[in-house]
Nanobody, 126 residues
Framework: QVQLGESGGGLVQAGDSLRLSCAAS????????MGWFRQTPGKEREFVAVISWSGGRTYYADSVKGRFTISRDNTKNTVYLQMNSLKPEDTAVYYCAADSNRLGSISSDRASYNYWGQGTQVTVSP
């Protein structure tokens, strides 16, 4: 069983930066593609970014492209989301997720992910 734990959220002002971390335990982290999603009240959880098992491939939602960077350290079983130039519309609970089923591929579809963290709140004030 894979367990994921996010950290690094908080309250910041527009234009600031934050780095989220997601630590994994159990399973074989280095074999999983890892994604970040976010959710606001009353809305569906939406895709933010994904990184392949090796870190060689990444993909971003258009809304964060050029501002957010996903990375991973397989020696630490951790995936990161560096968020720069934050906007109020980035306010959400951010979740990391692991896809242990689709070796070698990456997906923006939340249905592809079978393990989820509990989320960390990011609030960006104007």
């Amino acid at each position: 069983q894979v367990q994921l734990g996010e950290s690094g959220g908080g309250l910041v002002q527009a234009g600031d930066s934050l780095r989220l971390s997601c630590a994994a335990s159990g399973g074989t982290f280095s074999r999983y593609s890892m994604g970040w999603f976010r959710q606001t009240p009353g809305k569906e959880r939406e895709f933010v970014a994904v990184i392949s098992w090796s870190g060689g491939r990444t993909y971003y939602a258009d809304s964060v492209k050029g501002r957010f960077t996903i990375s991973r350290d397989n020696t630490k079983n951790t995936v990161y989301l560096q968020m720069n130039s934050l906007k109020p519309e980035d306010t959400a609970v951010y979740y990391c997720a692991a896809d242990s089923n689709r070796l070698g591929s990456i997906s923006s579809d939340r249905a592809s992910y079978n393990y989820w963290g509990q989320g960390t709140q990011v609030t960006v004030s104007p």
